[in-house]
């Protein structure tokens, strides 16, 4: 019913930008908030960053200053801006989101299928 479609990932040079998006579809109407998740092969998937639809923002520690968070909620689009990129931000960045299906009183709570950030020299 709803889904989410992740773009943007790809390889960039240590110091360099990325700007990720990620697009909800479906019969949703409302998306209280989304977010950028990100795994690294072997370790614990982790919290990049949330956005609410009130805009509040909250960051990890490791990409303040560096990463912005941002919505377009006619396009039902969240994004990442990566500024700064280090070796370490190397990983599947999965999007996330929640909210209410169009024309219900049913919630939903989606992933995406990630898109792979690779920073390296």
């Known amino acids: 019913q709803v889904q989410l479609l992740e773009s943007g990932g790809g390889l960039v040079q240590p110091g360099g930008s990325l700007r990720l998006s990620c697009a909800a579809t479906?019969?949703?109407?409302?998306?209280?908030?989304m977010g950028w998740y990100r795994q690294a092969p072997g370790k614990q998937r982790e919290l990049v960053a949330i956005?609410?639809?009130?805009?509040?923002?909250n960051y990890a520690d490791s990409v303040k200053g560096r990463f912005t968070i941002s919505r377009d909620n006619a396009k039902s689009t969240v994004y990442l801006q990566m500024n700064s990129l280090k070796p370490e931000d190397t990983a599947v960045y999965y999007c996330?989101?929640?909210?209410?299906?169009?024309?219900?009183?049913?919630?939903?709570?989606?992933w995406g299928q990630g898109t792979l950030v690779t920073v390296s020299s």
């Open positions: 956005i609410t639809s009130g805009d509040f923002t």
């Open positions: 996330h989101a929640d909210g209410i299906i169009k024309m219900s009183f049913r919630s939903f709570e989606v």
């Open positions: 479906g019969t949703i109407s409302r998306i209280n908030t």
